[in-house]
């Protein structure tokens, strides 16, 4: 296993809580020389080394010179039972941010080194108490933007990767040293290599691994959020629909004016994926250079766009621009929200059946909405068949990449058993889908790669 990523271990300090004034500000200290640090600034009514683990104690936090910086609550969490697995500290300061910088001074005078991004979980990953999938989970825990994703992102950290991922190596693993016992022993009373067998097996590996693949585009979606674009001639009701949708949101964002003069950009959290929604300036037929290069864009926004809300006037019959607003939306990545519900309608259905996503909603009463929403969250979840109520679901690129070379090293396994190819060649495959599994979790991940990750943390995690 190659987890020897900090070689000397000294005691590194970081603030834990984020910049700026608060309830209270956390310091938090992790290395064997946690707890002496501690002792040198905290003074309460017990010594730090009767202080009980996981105890919160109430006391005085004081500079080498004996002068006051702050009232606080501290705890000594010892090894192994910590996050980091080392002895950890932490001093819970009065939340302005003077007091938490004076903590960090006076524990950095004392010697402890400022704890670069992330460096806090990577103990813990070297230190066995995380794997790799495990630590990355942290991130997006940290870094969800709805429920949903924080749910998968929890369920990650809880282990449900992991645990598929070494079932599938576990399988491998059987499957290569029964190949190794082959080449070891060809003479030995082994008898020959029962290939179907060796086959059926890979086969059922590669089908699981096939599975997970694929739940990676709702993964992306929770992980980073969607764009959804609104498109439509002037007057369907585009705004009213957005307008509608953010009554109905419960977790509005922000409101980013768009980067064009064209567009608004609003962040909401549809069905628990986190959605960037785009209005467009409305799609017109004319020869006004400005509106001509409204089109423009709303071409390129839907060819960008995740998934497009095409919004028709179902009271009108359509028009020319209904068409040309249309011919911009790919039926796949549509849903064609027919709207004015309320209204008699005047739209003829069979000039829409090239949609198979469609949707009847009065954005004027708020009628319909909830079908929209879910037609939305079916759009992301589709791909991901059961798993995304599961949990195990891949949210990282580097996971989809390594679970790919996997599931094509097991291809080229079957491939080379059909051929009779030699066992030696059978187990080089097979070899190399662990080591791509093993990239994953951790085990088979280069220094290089390790500290590429735990950079992207923020510091104190
Ligand atoms: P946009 O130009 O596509 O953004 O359209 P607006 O949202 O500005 O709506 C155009 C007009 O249609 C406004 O007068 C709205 O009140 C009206 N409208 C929008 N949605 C509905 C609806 O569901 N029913 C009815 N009856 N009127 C609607």
Do not use: W
């Amino acid at each position: 296993m190659n987890r020897s990523a900090s070689p000397a271990v000294d005691t590194i300090v970081a603030p834990a809580t984020p910049p700026g004034d608060g309830g209270i500000g956390i310091v938090r200290l992790s290395g064997p020389q946690s707890e002496a640090l501690l002792a040198g600034a905290f003074h309460g009514r017990s010594a730090v080394a009767a202080m009980v683990s996981h105890h919160l104690y109430h006391g005085r936090l004081c500079r080498a010179d004996g002068t006051a910086v702050d009232d606080v609550l501290a705890v000594i969490m010892r090894a192994p039972h910590s996050y980091t697995g080392e002895d950890v500290a932490e001093i819970h300061c009065h939340g302005g941010s003077q007091q938490v910088r004076s903590a960090l001074d006076l524990l950095l005078a004392a010697g402890a080194r400022l704890a670069r991004p992330g460096e806090f979980t990577q103990r813990a990953f070297v230190n066995g108490r995380l794997d790799l999938a495990q630590a990355e989970a942290v991130a997006a825990l940290v870094g969800a933007r709805s429920e949903r994703a924080a749910r998968v992102a929890l369920a990650q950290l809880d282990g449900r990767l992991s645990r598929q991922l070494h079932g599938f190596a576990g399988e491998l693993r059987e499957l290569l040293l029964l190949l190794e016992a082959h080449i070891d022993f060809p003479d030995d009373d082994l008898g020959l290599l029962d290939r179907p067998a060796a086959a059926a097996r890979a086969a059922a590996v590669q089908i699981a691994m096939s599975d997970l693949m694929v739940t990676f585009d709702a993964g992306r979606a929770l992980r980073e959020g969607v764009n959804v674009l609104i498109l439509g001639r002037p007057n369907v009701g585009k705004s009213s629909l957005l307008n509608a949708l953010l009554g109905e949101a419960r977790a509005i964002v922000t409101a980013i004016p768009g980067t064009t003069r064209d567009t608004l950009e609003e962040q909401l959290v549809l069905g628990g994926f986190p959605v960037r929604l785009i209005d467009t300036a409305g799609v017109r037929d004319t020869d006004d250079p400005v509106e001509v290069e409204g089109v423009r864009r709303a071409r390129d926004k839907a060819q960008a766009a995740d998934l497009l809300l095409l919004v028709i006037d179902m009271s009108h019959s359509l028009t020319r621009e209904d068409r040309m607003a249309m011919a911009l939306a790919p039926p796949e990545r549509t849903i064609l929200v027919r709207n004015k519900s309320d209204l008699p309608v005047a739209c003829n259905l069979a000039e829409l059946a090239g949609f198979p996503h469609q949707v009847v909603v009065s954005a004027r009463h708020g009628s319909g909405l909830a079908a929209l929403e879910q037609s939305v969250v079916e759009h992301f979840s589709e791909s991901a068949g059961g798993e995304l109520a599961e949990g195990v679901v891949l949210t990282e690129r580097r996971h989809r990449e390594a679970l790919g070379t996997a599931t094509a090293a097991v291809g080229c396994f079957l491939a080379a058993l059909a051929a009779e190819e030699p066992l030696e060649c059978l187990a080089l495959e097979l070899r190399e889908a662990l080591t791509a599994l093993g990239q994953i979790t951790g085990e088979t991940t280069s220094v290089a790669m390790l500290e590429a990750i735990f950079e992207r943390f923020c510091i104190g995690k």
